[in-house]
């Protein structure tokens, strides 16, 4: 109306209107005066409820932001994690130890690369036990299981027959069960068994050198005295009246000659068995002289004890290619074992058995007493580090186990003979291809 009285004035009609909707506004004002009063509770309580859902819908748009955040530190820590443990993995897969990680009920978690490739039956996600059964009743699961029960660590040393490895393990208990490093130790064994067997061996000598002692001086001073005997009788046949003829000289010579020859075989059998020759380079040797000066270096144990010894060798056995002195403590163990069988046993008849001869191409030495022989049960064992059948103070069981290593290294063989029911052991050693110069060696030799 006011606008349209800006463009045609009609004032009295505004003032009408104006005046009806004054007395129309009336009867409206006192209508919702009495009406207001019963409704106002509701309308508090609306607004009331308006204003709560606004509250909630406030705290949960906070909420929601709140866990967004939270998802999104979540989801950077998750993934920081995942680096670290990249990174662990990769440190882990580096070095050279075996990293197996097992989980309370056995079953294999985690394996680092070292142990994928060192441990043919490794399975993530298997039973540990079924992955190595060979590990089931021995000291490694008692071991294991008493990391897994008591939460302590333990550390050892265990053989794994299935991969023939030697490894040295510890076990650590975690929050998922239990964690065992472990690396092999093989050769550290094979150096340190071999050290061992070494100096047990070198105690060995020496106790044979000490069994000998009291017969070695009476095989060299028989020597001495003949040749002292011998070279008095020709200086006093020399100062007489009657000089000796020249045949006399010659077969004193010859006596003196063969005594002193006598007396260094058996110093060169005895420096032989005191000393180290597995470094020494392989030269053509006479097994037959080799053997003699082992007769030789025990002879006087053999005639106190009333030991016949019987010998019996091929003149024709060419030079073989060895270490003299390795080959010489061999055949001079096989005497001292031979010799230990009969003193032990006390048989009726005592006697020891050394043959010589020429076989398919190599030259075989075998050793036989008469002693009780040699039980099956034991039979398969003889060969090995320390195991022997000999009494207390007797014997190590280095002997045999070094004795057939050395035949070894000479690409023979030391067995133990089936065909007789005495003890006999047999040293096989092949013999070089022949040629004119190592025949003429073993002309000369002999």
Same mark, same amino acid.
């Given at each position: ?286 097994? %037959? =002289?080799? $053997?003699? !000066?082992?007769?030789?270096? /025990? ?6 004890? &009333?030991?016949?010894?019987? @010998? ?6 060419? %030079? =073989?290619? $060895?270490? !003299?002195?390795?080959?010489? /403590? ?6 001292? &074992?031979?010799?230990?069988? @009969? ?104």
């Amino acid at each position: 109306m006011e606008v349209l009285n800006l463009c045609w004035p009609r004032y009295h009609v505004a003032a009408a209107i104006r005046i009806a909707c004054a007395l129309v506004s009336v009867p409206t004002a006192i209508f919702f005066a009495r009406a207001t009063p019963p409704i106002a509770p509701d309308i508090r309580n609306f607004l009331e409820v308006l204003a709560s859902a606004q509250q909630q819908r406030d705290d949960a748009r906070g909420a929601l932001d709140a866990s967004e955040t939270l998802a999104m530190e979540r989801k950077q820590a998750a993934k920081e994690l995942a680096t670290v443990n990249k990174q662990l993995h990769s440190v882990m897969d580096s070095i050279s130890e075996c990293i197996l990680q097992i989980g309370h009920d056995w079953r294999i978690i985690y394996g680092n690369r070292q142990a994928i490739i060192t441990l043919p039956d490794f399975c993530v996600g298997a039973d540990f036990w079924s992955c190595f059964p060979a590990l089931r009743d021995s000291l490694a699961e008692r071991r294991l299981q008493t990391v897994m029960t008591t939460r302590s660590e333990e550390k050892y040393d265990n053989y794994y027959e299935p991969y023939n490895l030697w490894h040295r393990v510890y076990a650590f208990p975690t929050d998922d069960g239990i964690s065992i490093f472990f690396f092999d130790i093989t050769e550290e064994k094979k150096l340190n068994e071999s050290l061992t067997a070494e100096r047990l061996l070198k105690e060995r000598h020496i106790e044979s050198l000490s069994h000998m002692a009291g017969g070695l001086a009476h095989e060299i001073s028989n020597p001495l005295g003949i040749i002292h005997a011998r070279a008095s009788n020709l200086q006093e046949a020399a100062e007489g009246e009657n000089p000796p003829s020249a045949n006399d000289v010659r077969l004193a010579c010859i006596n003196i000659v063969r005594t002193s020859d006598r007396a260094i075989r058996i110093l060169r059998g005895l420096r032989g068995l005191s000393r180290e020759a597995s470094k020494d380079p392989m030269f053509l040797a006479d097994i %037959l =002289l080799i $053997c003699d !000066e082992c007769i030789e270096l /025990q002879q006087s144990r053999f005639d106190r004890h &009333n030991i016949e010894m019987r @010998i019996s060798v091929n003149p024709n056995i060419p %030079l =073989l290619l $060895c270490r !003299e002195v390795q080959i010489g /403590q061999v055949v001079s163990n096989l005497l001292n &074992n031979a010799f230990d069988a @009969i003193v032990q046993s006390s048989p009726e008849e005592c006697w020891i058995s050394l043959v010589v001869e020429q076989k398919d191409g190599h030259a075989v030495i075998s050793v036989t007493d008469s002693g009780p022989g040699i039980s099956h049960s034991v039979r398969d064992h003889l060969m090995e580090p320390f195991f022997t059948t000999k009494g207390i103070r007797l014997g190590m069981g280095v002997g045999l186990s070094l004795s057939r290593a050395i035949a070894i290294d000479h690409g023979g063989a030391l067995v133990l003979s089936e065909d007789t029911q005495c003890t006999c052991f047999q040293l096989i050693l092949p013999i070089p291809a022949q040629n004119e110069e190592s025949t003429r060696q073993m002309q000369e030799a002999r």
